[in-house]
């Protein structure tokens, strides 16, 4: 069975900008959740949907969305880039809503530059 | 606030010894806790949850330990192998269902 899928693997993007992250998840899966990871603050909760719809958002500015289709795939979407964006943009697919047992993609590494 | 913490930023280890790598968290209403590790380059990979109904849980090669008492978890990893060398993370399901992340702690094996 496929695991999670992300795509692009790999982003540079300059300051201003947007940019739109794509997420696969485990086939049946239907709740997907986004990450940020950082060296300096490590791995932060963004938002998990489930069956198209936000259950949870984390501590990030609104410049940070997201949308779940009703394939279970999502996009995550940061306008306004700022260097501070420049991380590992992880997604999660999990069978149920609540983040159990979450399985996780490669990333996306975003530079913004 | 709540946090979710591991004591050791890094570990080092001989090949073929037992590792022990400890998390400390503060949320007392947590109910569910994962390991997770992860390789250069790569996504976090599960290894192992235990909920908070449980005290211990083993899978291959690894058990998780939990005691609420002193809000504390631990992964012992048996026959330490080249392959474990990773950052491990544990991560905490509270009553708002995010998974909150440890800083991570790097192993390291020996050969």
């Not at chain 1, 009703?70 to 979407?77: A, G, Q």
């Not at chain 2, 192998?81 to 995010?98: I, L």
């Amino acid at each position: 069975k496929a695991g999670v899928t992300q795509t692009p693997r790999y982003l540079i993007k300059t300051r201003g900008q947007q940019v739109t992250l794509s997420c696969s998840p485990i086939s049946g899966h239907r709740s997907v959740s986004w990450y940020q990871q950082t060296p300096g603050q490590g791995l932060q909760f963004l938002f998990e949907y489930f069956s198209e719809t936000q259950r949870n958002k984390g501590n990030f500015p609104g410049r940070f969305s997201g949308r779940q289709f009703s394939n279970s795939r999502s996009e995550m979407n940061v306008s306004t880039l700022e260097l501070g964006d420049s991380a590992l943009y992880l997604c999660a697919s999990s069978s149920s809503w609540g983040n159990t047992e979450a399985f996780f993609g490669q990333g996306t590494r975003l530079t913004v530059v | 606030g709540e946090s979710v913490g591991l004591h050791l930023p890094t570990l080092s280890v001989q090949e073929g010894d037992n590792s022990i790598i400890n998390c400390a968290y503060s949320n007392s209403a947590s109910d569910y806790f994962i390991w997770y590790k992860q390789e250069s380059g790569k996504g976090p990979q599960f290894i192992i949850d235990i909920r908070s109904n449980m005290d211990k849980r083993q899978g291959q090669r690894v058990t998780v330990l939990l005691n609420k008492t002193v809000k504390h978890l631990s992964l012992q990893i048996a026959a330490t192998q080249p392959g474990d060398s990773a950052v491990y993370f544990c991560a905490e399901n509270a009553r708002d269902y995010k998974l909150s992340f440890g800083a991570g702690t790097t192993v390291t094996v020996r050969a």
